[in-house]
């Protein structure tokens, strides 16, 4: 089992930048992908990064790709979020999840989640 846990949400210009984090317990760290989702009001959850096991490989949605950035510490059991040039459109609840296997496989493979962070962006 893995318990995830995101912060570093909160409410930010639209221009600025935010850095979210999620911190895992549980099951080895090194051994799954974790990828980062959001959910705006009124819509469903979308896939907005995720990064593998070891950490070479990311992946991005179109919609953040060049403003945002994924990365973890294996060591720290973290993966964070670069959120830059941030946008009134990127307001939503972020959650982080992991997959089972190493490398992500896309949002119907993610085994755990956690609670999400609020991300609110005005203009």
């Known amino acids: 089992q893995v318990q995830l846990v995101e912060s570093g949400g909160g409410v930010v210009q639209a221009g600025d930048s935010l850095r979210l984090s999620c911190a895992a317990s549980g099951r080895p760290f090194s051994t799954y992908a974790v990828g980062w989702f959001r959910q705006a009001p009124g819509k469903e959850r979308e896939f907005v990064a995720a990064?593998?096991?070891?950490?070479?490989?990311?992946y991005y949605a179109d919609s953040v790709k060049g403003r945002f950035t994924i990365s973890r510490d294996n060591a720290k059991k973290t993966v964070d979020l670069q959120m830059n040039s941030l946008k009134p459109e990127d307001t939503a609840v972020y959650y982080c999840?992991?997959?089972?296997?190493?490398?992500?496989?896309?949002?119907?493979?993610?085994?755990?989640w956690g609670k999400g962070t609020l991300v609110t962006v005005s203009s």
């Open positions: 990064i593998s096991a070891s950490g070479s490989l990311s």
């Open positions: 999840a992991c997959d089972r296997a190493p490398v992500y496989r896309g949002p119907g493979n993610m085994e755990y």
